[in-house]
Protein backbone atom coordinates (compact mmCIF):
# COMPACT_ATOMS: atom_id res chain seq x y z
CA UNK A 1 0.00 0.00 0.00
CA UNK A 2 1.42 3.13 -0.62
CA UNK A 3 0.93 6.17 1.09
CA UNK A 4 0.37 9.59 -0.58
CA UNK A 5 1.74 12.88 0.96
CA UNK A 6 -1.31 14.27 1.28
CA UNK A 7 -2.44 10.95 3.84
CA UNK A 8 1.03 11.81 5.46
CA UNK A 9 0.13 15.20 5.77
CA UNK A 10 -3.55 14.20 7.33
CA UNK A 11 -1.88 12.02 9.66
CA UNK A 12 0.53 15.15 11.52
CA UNK A 13 -2.70 16.88 11.70
CA UNK A 14 -4.93 14.16 13.19
CA UNK A 15 -2.17 13.56 15.72
CA UNK A 16 -2.24 17.09 16.60
CA UNK A 17 -5.93 16.75 17.28
CA UNK A 18 -5.27 14.30 20.15
CA UNK A 19 -3.93 17.48 21.55
CA UNK A 20 -7.06 18.90 21.94
CA UNK A 21 -8.56 19.76 25.13
CA UNK A 22 -11.08 17.68 26.88
CA UNK A 23 -14.23 18.63 27.41
CA UNK A 24 -15.60 16.30 29.98
CA UNK A 25 -13.68 14.67 32.70
CA UNK A 26 -14.77 12.05 35.87
CA UNK A 27 -14.48 12.03 39.57
CA UNK A 28 -16.44 10.16 42.21
CA UNK A 29 -19.65 11.86 42.41
CA UNK A 30 -19.93 14.90 44.42
CA UNK A 31 -16.12 15.44 44.35
CA UNK A 32 -14.64 18.38 42.32
CA UNK A 33 -13.26 17.08 38.65
CA UNK A 34 -9.61 18.69 38.39
CA UNK A 35 -7.38 18.27 35.57
CA UNK A 36 -4.05 19.03 34.18
CA UNK A 37 -4.47 21.11 31.19
CA UNK A 38 -6.53 24.50 30.19
CA UNK A 39 -9.82 23.36 28.91
CA UNK A 40 -9.60 26.10 26.10
CA UNK A 41 -9.39 24.56 22.87
CA UNK A 42 -6.78 26.72 21.14
CA UNK A 43 -4.96 25.98 17.62
CA UNK A 44 -7.99 23.20 16.62
CA UNK A 45 -7.40 22.22 13.17
CA UNK A 46 -10.59 20.74 11.86
CA UNK A 47 -10.42 18.41 8.54
CA UNK A 48 -13.19 17.53 5.80
CA UNK A 49 -12.26 14.71 3.51
CA UNK A 50 -13.90 12.14 0.80
CA UNK A 51 -13.59 8.69 0.55
CA UNK A 52 -14.13 6.62 -2.33
CA UNK A 53 -13.65 2.70 -1.64
CA UNK A 54 -10.59 3.27 0.57
CA UNK A 55 -8.92 6.37 -0.72
CA UNK A 56 -8.86 9.79 1.24
CA UNK A 57 -8.96 12.56 -1.51
CA UNK A 58 -9.90 16.32 -1.75
CA UNK A 59 -8.68 17.08 2.11
CA UNK A 60 -9.37 20.82 3.29
CA UNK A 61 -8.05 21.64 6.68
CA UNK A 62 -9.83 24.59 8.17
CA UNK A 63 -8.69 26.59 11.25
CA UNK A 64 -12.32 27.89 11.92
CA UNK A 65 -15.59 25.88 12.89
CA UNK A 66 -17.22 24.13 9.82
CA UNK A 67 -20.81 25.15 9.53
CA UNK A 68 -22.70 25.14 6.16
CA UNK A 69 -21.36 27.67 4.12
CA UNK A 70 -17.60 26.68 5.10
CA UNK A 71 -18.66 22.91 3.85
CA UNK A 72 -20.67 24.04 1.13
CA UNK A 73 -17.38 25.91 -0.51
CA UNK A 74 -15.53 22.89 0.22
CA UNK A 75 -17.55 20.62 -1.75
CA UNK A 76 -17.90 23.64 -5.10
CA UNK A 77 -14.08 24.39 -4.61
CA UNK A 78 -12.04 21.23 -2.97
CA UNK A 79 -14.55 17.88 -3.80
CA UNK A 80 -16.26 18.81 -7.12
CA UNK A 81 -13.28 20.09 -9.43
CA UNK A 82 -11.26 16.09 -8.22
CA UNK A 83 -14.47 14.29 -8.15
CA UNK A 84 -13.71 11.27 -10.80
CA UNK A 85 -16.15 11.18 -13.45
CA UNK A 86 -19.47 8.91 -13.60
CA UNK A 87 -19.49 9.45 -9.25
CA UNK A 88 -22.08 10.82 -7.37
CA UNK A 89 -22.43 12.54 -4.19
CA UNK A 90 -24.46 10.66 -1.91
CA UNK A 91 -25.23 11.87 1.94
CA UNK A 92 -25.55 8.53 4.05
Known sequence: MTVTSEERHLHKILNRLHDTPRTHGYSPKGQRCFGLKNGGAKGRTNVIGALLGTTLFAIGLF???INSDVFYS????VLIPVLPKNRA???K
Open 74 to 77: WVTQ
Open 63 to 65: DIN
Open 89 to 91: LLN
